[in-house]
């Protein structure tokens, strides 16, 4: 009844799991130590989309040799160096006899081999090397071409550390999740090798490559930086992004379904507070929605709907102007030698300093924490309306489909908008800001730490829910548009037509009640594989 072709938007049902538009016979390169990369080049990387390569570029490794060939100089020279001659953090006042040097990089690794809670999943830890990589590339770290191409087997022959994600304060860097990571490039601890569990010394036997020895800076240099918070960070940032677009098209349909009024997204009105992700939101609302202005109450338009529906651009173009500095210091951030101490073996000098703070990214995802939460409350407003008889302009109580003599044992939607309003109210409890939570640890050594990765933790656990609550309304808003226009024609443009008629061809119309748990799976794994592309 959507006015397309349905056979050609039909889903392939018999392989749920792999991404949509994914082609694994095809894949694209971003080549380490020439440009900057992005969000958007992390997120195709840690997908699976692209590999990896490192420059050939001279400049690039002449940097990269220069710095761990000083650093040698100077440990032949007697230098003192922060993590190198001398122990860890507090410990920093404890000279290492030259005899043990070589082993305290292992130890570093070793003793820092406790972290707890769920292991980030494949996508997460391949944004993380990805991360670390990136830094360590920019040749201020003193470490060798050696460890970047043993970094670079790990995404390419999908090596993957088991990085359990608890136990960073983000300062001095994430240094007990990346532990996991350089213990799976010394050949020790367990490691995801292409997808079957195995230990991370057989995975190298198999692949023909012997584990790394790590030289005296490289324990430090793998583990003392912000690459966990940063590589979970590019993947909330990317994922905030789609669910501000999608957004803004399923209140399309909510105003289109509940007979809203169109002139609340008109360019004129937005014209007078400039604020560049309001006008971007309500411009993509006015166009889905046809892009025509009416008030005329004999077509029985309100004059003013609801918060939820007329001040959508105003939740969603906070966000959308948030993202924009957001995404500027994650890829500031991600482009970045954030280890400690640093050194420009070029010049010939070495600086103690704190770039391991997460503190830009702490703010950040604290920041799009609250500018997400604000999106599922929004949505979560708007099915409540969707399905209350006395405000949802004469569509059926909870959206039942169902007609006749059995309507009143049918409850329609009932159900899935109690659930909404349990993910909201979780979304919305771990708005707290992390970084204000400071924690003085390691004998008041790191007395001031930015607790970045919890933060990035919980914004993407905040995203989780609000695709959650975003799959529900994607349902609701398509089984409410059809109940609008059932017998006649459906007054929706082309894009909103297509959109419904995608949604149809895996979620029939919601007649008879059922269990839709399947039904909001299935559309939140589209959300997730940003399956819509929803700028067509």
């Not at 290492?96 to 130890?107: F, I, N, Q, R, Y």
């Not at 292409?194 to 430090?220: F, H, Q, S, Y």
């Amino acid at each position: 009844m959507w006015g397309v072709d349905t056979m050609n938007l039909l889903i392939d049902r018999s392989a749920p799991h792999m991404k949509t538009g994914q082609n694994t016979s095809a894949k694209s390169c971003r080549i380490i130590g020439s440009d900057t990369l992005s969000v958007r080049d992390v997120v195709d990387i840690a997908a699976g989309r692209s590999t990896v390569a490192l420059s050939e570029n001279d400049r690039f490794t002449r940097r990269i040799d220069a710095g761990a060939e000083y650093l040698e100089r100077l440990l032949a020279d007697g230098g003192t160096i922060y993590g190198v001659t001398t122990g860890y953090g507090d410990s920093c006042t404890v000279a290492v006899p030259s005899e043990l040097v070589a082993e305290l990089p292992l130890h570093l690794t070793r003793y820092h081999g406790c972290g707890l809670g769920e292991h980030l999943p494949p996508e997460a830890v391949r944004a993380v090397l990805v991360a670390r990589l990136v830094s360590l590339a920019q040749g201020a770290s003193g470490v060798r071409r050696v460890l970047l191409e043993r970094l670079v087997d790990l995404l390419n022959h999908d090596l993957l550390p088991r990085i359990p994600c608890e136990g960073s304060v983000g300062a001095s860097g994430d240094l007990t999740p990346l532990s996991y990571v350089a213990a799976t490039l010394v050949g020790e601890r367990e490691a995801l090798f292409r997808g079957e569990l195995t230990m991370a010394a057989d995975a190298w036997k198999a692949l023909g490559i012997a584990p790394l020895t790590l030289a005296p800076k490289e324990g430090l240099a793998i583990m003392n930086g912000t690459s966990v918070m940063t590589g979970l960070a590019c993947l909330a940032v990317a994922r905030a992004e789609y669910l501000t677009r999608l957004c803004c098209r399923i209140t399309a349909l909510a105003s289109v379904a509940m007979r809203g009024n169109p002139e609340h997204f008109d360019p004129r009105l937005f014209a007078v507070k400039p604020h560049a992700g309001q006008i971007e939101a309500a411009r993509w609302i006015w166009e889905d929605l046809g892009g025509t202005s009416t008030t005329s109450d004999s077509e029985g338009v309100r004059l003013q709907d609801r918060y939820s529906i007329r001040c959508a651009p105003h939740v969603i173009g906070v966000a959308r102007d948030a993202l924009s500095w957001i995404r500027r210091d994650v890829e500031n951030e991600l482009n970045s030698a954030n280890d400690n101490p640093i050194i420009d073996g070029e010049a010939g000098w070495v600086l103690h300093g704190g770039h391991f703070y997460g503190g830009h990214i702490a703010f950040a995802m604290d920041g799009l924490k609250t500018a997400v939460a604000n999106l599922a409350d929004l949505m979560d407003r708007q099915l409540a309306l969707l399905v209350d008889s006395r405000y949802n302009h004469g569509l059926p109580q909870n959206l039942s489909g169902t007609v006749g003599p059995r309507a009143p044992i049918n409850h329609g939607f009932k159900a899935v908008q109690i659930g909404t309003s349990a993910w909201t109210a979780e979304a919305l409890k771990l708005t707290m800001p992390a970084s204000v939570f400071s924690r003085s640890t390691e004998c008041h050594n790191q007395d001031k730490v930015s607790l970045g990765t919890i933060a990035a933790r919980d914004c993407l656990r905040i995203l989780e829910l609000t695709e959650q609550v975003a799959a529900a309304l994607v349902l609701a808003t398509v089984q409410a548009a059809e109940l609008r226009f059932r017998g006649e024609a459906p007054a929706l443009t082309a894009a909103c037509a297509g959109f419904a008629a995608t949604v149809r061809a895996y979620s029939e119309f919601l007649d008879e009640d059922r269990p839709l748990e399947g039904d909001l799976r299935r559309t939140i794994e589209l959300i997730r594989s940003r399956h819509w592309n929803l700028d067509a």
